[in-house]
């Protein structure tokens, strides 16, 4: 079944709920606590009514991509749909972007330019950085905040190291990775979608890297 098939089919069984990704720079933004509960892969296709044939569209600041590239392995897709404990660290789509630009010095002008110049890095590299996102446990981002200088395992086998700012009452929460070169992302939407059946989502404004670029 293609990628986008998927997409529909997954947010049918799952409804549809507003993401609330926030803008570089502000202050993580956290869900209406009454919002039903879904899975992690229900929140991530829960805007795909306004995507477009391959699943993108014009908003930089969801989660479209990895969305997309999650959706290119079983194996990740069906760990988001099932029961467990897993939280998510979701680069926003701008976040590939600015990845790309990194990387190869281009600045694609579409989401689908985005993917498919993340997508030539090749499928091992790709999983190899989606997984480096996924922490095998449920981490809220009240936990994040109380975990300054933790260094937590990922999926992936490397670790992240939580690096917390600001003051009690406006803490800032940044994901120190394995690359000393480049800017370290910032969770800029905390718990989207609450509590899910199987952990957590946070947005980022960078894309975690596993190894030094």
């Known amino acids: 079944m293609r990628p986008r098939r998927l997409l529909l089919a997954a947010a049918a069984v799952s409804g549809v709920l507003a993401l609330t990704a926030g803008s570089a720079g502000a202050t993580p933004r956290t869900p209406d ?3 039903a509960p879904t899975s992690i892969a229900g929140l ?3 805007d795909s009514a306004g995507d477009d044939a391959d699943g993108f569209d014009r908003r930089w600041n969801d989660y479209d991509i990895v969305t ?3 959706l290119a392995f079983p194996d990740l897709t069906r760990a988001a749909s099932d029961p467990g404990t897993l939280t998510v660290f979701a680069p926003t789509d701008r976040a590939f972007r600015i990845l790309v630009w990194d990387l190869t010095h281009t600045w694609p ?3 689908k330019e985005t993917f498919d110049a993340v997508v030539g890095l090749g499928l091992d590299t790709v999983k190899t950085v ?3 996102h996924i922490l095998g446990s449920a981490v809220s981002y009240a936990d994040a905040v109380k975990a300054n200088g933790a260094s ?6 490397g670790s992240i190291t939580v690096d917390v700012k600001g003051s009690k009452r406006h803490p800032s929460v940044r994901l120190i990775d394995l690359d000393p070169n480049a800017r370290n992302p910032r969770v800029i939407a905390a718990n989207v979608g609450g509590q899910l059946t199987n952990g957590y989502v946070h947005g980022i404004d ?3 890297r ?3 670029l």
Do not use: N
């Open 210 to 212: 596993p190894l030094d």
């Open 33 to 35: 606590p009454a919002a």
């Open 109 to 111: 002008r579409t989401e």
């Open 152 to 157: 937590i395992p990922t999926l992936q086998g």
């Open 206 to 208: 960078r894309v975690l």
């Open 130 to 132: 989606l997984t480096y």
């Open 44 to 46: 991530l296709l829960s």
């Open 68 to 70: 997309q590239a999650v």
